[in-house]
């Protein structure tokens, strides 16, 4: 176990002026909310807003009012390798998850492979476009395959709040999109979910399902007040080795689990979201930074059998390389970890490979997704991230691998 300083993987700081105005909030009630989803709207430029406990409860709601709009449609396409809790929400909402593999350096789905599933199905409800880490997907190539009117395009921006695609906000570019305000995220509020949509039948829908959830209980409250104040505390590097020592709290784990609470967000996280977009600019100004100096760092090493994904100019929430020779992925990973640099691998399996799910699926392998769960690791990105630690990491990546 190690002791000291200790980089976390990902950091959505809150300060002690966001507190304050979390507290202030609860005092608000229901016109805090009302200002949030305001500003919401007027950001992304959208008629409809939402907000619930989780970005997975986000989603859980979203795909509960497609179901009501179309209830002969059962079946939701995704990514093979995404977050567990894309296909968790898809079992909690009772529907059929159906997997798709993902072009080669790419989070996006293979569209050749998507192209022949979607002339073989009628029961498609929604396809899942995923901004993983904050790379767009190609959402516009996407709806431009879909022939069949009542499939609708379920955009996972969960990890993309800020980003932009073409001049377009990641988020509205699916015809409903779902955020995550939890740790880690482009901005937190501890946890929180936004579900936008310009649609007006999708947002009736939506109204009558978000209108009958229950709101945090005063001991739910409690603790998503105490739990703001010590990620306040502990997701500094000086302190973060504290909760990682802790077993119980699981950090870094990556849990399959459809029983999570939906619920209404409270005037406590919306309160904490007060200058929402001052934080975000900040936060990815910082992020884009630090991608920036990993893809330099990394086109200068070019070591065999490390690749990097995608763009440097994002804010990525985390840098992701692939790493083919699993021996020295392994070394990576223990000496960070040893060091407290923040490496991390990424989702353990594919989708396909969750236990829970063994069986469920009609397609069968999935390369690519497949490959990425035993290749990937993440370097951080976030502010609290020093030139003393880009440099003792990068030697320590060139050191390992080469």
Not at 352 to 364: D, R, T
């Amino acid at each position: 176990m190690r002791i000291g300083r200790t980089l976390p993987p990902a950091a959505a700081p809150i300060g002690f002026t966001d507190f304050s105005s979390g507290i202030c909030g609860i005092f608000e009630g229901e016109k805090e909310l009302e200002r949030f989803q305001s500003e919401l709207k007027q950001y992304f430029g959208v008629k409809h807003c939402f907000l619930v406990s989780s970005g997975k409860a986000a989603f859980v709601v979203a795909l509960c009012a497609l179901r009501e709009l179309f209830p002969e449609r059962d079946e939701v396409l995704i990514p093979a390798f995404t977050c567990y809790s894309v296909p968790s929400s898809i079992v909690r909402a009772g529907l059929k998850i159906r997997l798709c593999d993902l072009q080669v350096d790419s989070f996006d789905f293979d569209f050749a492979q998507l192209s022949t599933m979607l002339s073989k199905t009628k029961r498609l409800l929604a396809i899942v476009p995923t901004h993983l880490f904050g790379f767009p997907a190609d959402v516009a190539g996407l709806r431009r395959m879909i022939r069949d009117q009542e499939i609708t395009v379920v955009e996972d921006a969960a990890q993309a709040m800020g980003e932009s695609w073409e001049s377009r906000k990641l988020g509205t570019l699916g015809d409903v999109s779902f955020f995550s305000l939890g740790r880690g995220k482009a901005f937190s509020t501890v946890e929180g979910g936004i579900i936008l949509t310009d649609r007006d039948d999708i947002a009736e829908a939506l109204n009558r399902r978000v209108r009958s959830l229950p709101s945090y209980g005063i001991w739910q409250l409690a603790r998503l007040i105490v739990n703001a104040g010590g990620l306040m505390l502990f997701i500094h590097p000086l302190l973060f080795w504290i909760p990682r020592s802790i077993p119980l709290l699981k950090l870094g784990e990556t849990l399959f689990d459809p029983q999570f609470r939906i619920l209404r967000m409270s005037a406590f996280q919306a309160g904490l979201a007060r200058n929402w977009r001052k934080r975000i600019e900040a936060l990815r100004d910082a992020r884009k930074k630090s991608a920036n100096r990993w893809a330099a760092i990394l086109e200068k090493t070019r070591i065999q059998g490390l690749r990097y994904l995608g763009s440097c100019s994002r804010g990525l929430l985390r840098f992701p390389m692939r790493l083919s020779d699993p021996g020295k992925r392994e070394s990576l990973l223990r000496e960070s970890d040893r060091r407290g640099l923040g490496v991390m691998p990424l989702y353990p399996t594919s989708i396909n490979a969750i236990p829970e799910l063994s069986g469920m699926f009609q397609e069968k392998g999935f390369p690519v997704a497949e490959s990425y769960s035993s290749e990937l690791v993440t370097l951080p990105t976030h502010g609290y991230l020093t030139e003393d630690d880009v440099t003792e990491l990068g030697a320590l990546v060139s050191h390992i691998l080469e």
